[in-house]
């Protein structure tokens, strides 16, 4: 069974981008063995820290899965900077890091209309400049997203049905 890595990009922990997170691990339930990463433990990024333990288990996550899932919101039309000080973490050395060919699949959300499309434009961009292999399928963007989730998890069926189906195609071809 394939390995996927979730990443949410908030720390908080009634945010739309964990609650998408939850209601699409549920859904890879008996598909895909997933483990959530915790990026708000991560130090601020400073290449003088050469030996943090968290720093080394986040590298060693990102090693150990098949595909990353990243699940972003939208910040200032960008990602989070937790999220992008998580990958800077696991982006060295350049272009030899830990991200080199790994397959990823974003989903980005946001409480507009947009669904978090620039954030996730910007991620793409990010990891193609760190080698790894973002998914290339239709884009999941959960438009109005702080509205759609109860009980900490996204409930809107089409949105997640869609999700199901391009993560299916990105752990066939893991």
């Not at 699409?24 to 030996?51: Q, S």
């Not at 400049?129 to 989730?149: C, H, Q, W, Y």
Request: proline residues 5%; neutral net charge; hydrophobic residues 45%.
């Amino acid at each position: 069974m394939k390995s996927l890595l979730f990443v949410p990009g908030s720390l908080r922990a009634a945010s739309s981008s964990r609650a998408t997170a939850r209601a699409l691990i549920a859904r890879l339930e008996g598909k895909a063995e997933t483990v959530t990463a915790d990026t708000g433990v991560l130090p601020h990024y400073n290449a003088d820290i050469a030996d943090d333990p968290k720093v080394a288990a986040w590298i060693a996550q990102v090693a150990a899965a098949d595909g990353v899932v990243f699940v972003t919101p939208e910040y200032n039309y960008s990602v989070p900077g937790v999220l992008k000080n998580a990958i800077d973490w696991a982006s060295r050395p350049a272009y030899a890091s830990v991200f080199k060919d790994k397959p990823c699949f974003i989903v980005s959300v946001s409480g507009g209309p947009l669904g978090g499309v620039r954030a996730q434009g910007h991620l793409k961009y990010i990891l193609s400049g760190m080698l790894s292999r973002p998914f290339a399928d239709k884009e999941i963007l959960v438009t109005s997203a702080n509205s759609k989730v109860e009980d900490g998890m996204l409930t809107d069926a089409a949105i997640l049905d869609f999700a199901e189906e391009s993560l299916t195609r990105f752990l066939g071809s893991l």
